[in-house]
């Protein structure tokens, strides 16, 4: 058996999701695969990156939880992949706690973001609802089960992310934005408070990220994004998409 992905038994109730853990630090690792283990996950410990990307060409977990500081690669750079190419959820857990840091990696493609040290209750219950929030998402309704948006003459293609004008022009978002994008799409003409919006209950008030995310999505698909019609402000609830959305 390859040492750096060690399998790790689940008994009793398990819940049969599968996480893989990539991290550097044996203790660590350990901890987070036992706290799982004792919840009901099934784990695979990973020390490196590309460990996780070469098991990957077999497996596909629920989710990966991933350290920043790996060996062999940037851990940014491995959420991107995750995100880009095996469109996997992804929970970071590391000892970066700069702002720049968390912001990155929520732009780049991860679910959530956590600073160790960590409390192993909020761990276990941020991927829970991590899962729950994909599980919704994989069981919507045939309607919204497509995968190209058309709405107020802009066309938005979920499988590449790929935004189209109206004119016809193609328009980079970054991965959280289209990430946001989905959302307002899935509901349009409804308010969705920023909880919502980030797929998190337990959103700090004092996180503007949800903002500065809507804030450049109006850069790119309103006219004049200081006095937006497409994406509304509710003042003391949330946002709204007010539009008309057909899937194909």
Same mark, same amino acid.
């Given at each position: 058996m390859n040492p750096a992905?060690?399998?790790v038994e689940t008994t009793g109730d398990t819940r049969h999701e599968l996480i893989f853990v990539v991290e550097d630090e044996p203790e660590i690792a350990r901890l987070i695969c036992r706290s799982l283990h004792e919840y009901g996950f099934e784990t695979q $410990?990973?020390?490196?990156?590309?460990? =996780? =990307?070469f098991r990957l060409k077999s497996a596909q977990p629920s989710l990966c939880l991933v350290d920043l500081g790996l060996p062999d690669i940037d851990g940014m750079e491995l959420?991107? *992949?995750l995100w880009k190419t095996h469109g996997c959820p992804v929970l970071i857990l590391t000892g970066r706690s700069h702002l720049a840091d968390r912001v990155v990696g929520l732009e780049t493609g991860a679910d959530d973001y956590i600073v160790k040290p960590f409390e192993p209750r909020e761990l276990i219950a941020r991927i829970r609802v991590i899962l729950r929030r994909y599980a919704r998402q994989g069981g919507m309704e045939p309607a919204t089960a497509a995968r190209t948006a058309r709405f107020a003459?802009? $066309?938005?293609? =979920?499988?590449?992310? *790929?935004?189209?004008s109206p004119t016809g022009q193609s328009v980079e978002l970054s991965v959280?934005?289209?990430r946001l994008l989905t959302v307002l799409l899935q509901r349009p003409n409804r308010i969705l408070t920023r909880e919502q919006l980030a797929g998190r209950s337990d959103l700090d008030p004092l996180d503007r990220s949800i903002d500065v995310r809507i804030s450049r999505l109006r850069q790119k698909l309103e006219e004049t994004p200081v006095s937006p019609? =497409?994406?509304?402000t509710v003042y003391g609830a949330g946002y709204l998409l007010a539009s008309t959305v057909t899937w194909e």
């Open positions: 992905s060690t399998p $410990h990973f020390r490196t990156g590309h460990d =996780l =990307l959420v991107s *992949r003459g802009w $066309h938005f293609d =979920l499988d590449c992310n *790929r935004l189209t959280a934005e289209a019609a =497409l994406i509304k």
